[in-house]
C-alpha cells in the first residue's frame, strides 16, 4: 500500500512539475532603433519585451509593447560563443527590408534565431 501512494506521489510531483515547465515564459527588453520586420510584421523604432516559451528548436516568439502583442513567429535558441555584452536585434537588411533575424540578450550565451544571414546589429548599448 505505501508503495502504491509513493508511486502516486511521484506521477503526481512529476506531472506538475511538467505541466510548470511547459506554461513557463522568458521574457527580456529590447530598443530596435529602426523599423524592422518580424514575421512580416512592421515593428516601428522603440522600447519593446520579447517573450518567448519553449527551449531548443521549438520556441514561440511575441514581440509585445505593453500589454499587445505586435508580432508573433518560431524561433530557435541557438548556443553563442559568449555572452552578448548587450540586448541586441540582428538585423537582415536584404530585399530593402530591415528584418530580425536573431535576438540577443546581456548575459545570456544563447540567442533566439528567427532566420536570415546578411547580418546588423540593432542593439542597446545601455542594457
Known amino acids: 500500500m505505501k508503495l502504491n501512494n509513493l508511486a502516486k506521489s511521484v506521477v503526481l510531483g512529476l506531472a ?7 506554461f513557463a515564459s522568458n521574457k527580456g527588453s529590447l ?3 529602426e523599423t524592422v520586420e518580424v514575421n512580416g510584421q512592421q515593428i516601428p ?11 531548443g528548436a521549438n520556441v514561440e516568439l ?3 509593447q505593453g ?5 508573433k513567429t518560431t524561433a530557435k535558441e541557438v548556443e553563442l ?6 540586448n541586441a536585434a540582428i538585423v ?5 527590408k530591415a528584418s530580425v533575424s536573431e535576438i540577443r540578450f546581456a548575459g545570456k550565451k544563447t540567442a533566439l534565431d528567427i532566420g536570415g544571414s546578411d547580418r546588423a546589429s540593432m542593439g542597446d548599448s545601455s542594457k
Open 16 to 22: 506538475v512539475f511538467v505541466a510548470t515547465g511547459a
Open 31 to 33: 530598443h530596435i532603433q
Open 45 to 55: 523604432a522603440g522600447d519593446y519585451q520579447i517573450r518567448w516559451e519553449g527551449t
Open 62 to 64: 511575441s514581440v509585445m
Open 67 to 71: 500589454k499587445k502583442e505586435l508580432a
Open 81 to 86: 560563443q559568449q555572452a552578448s555584452s548587450y
Open 92 to 96: 537582415n537588411h536584404s530585399n530593402g
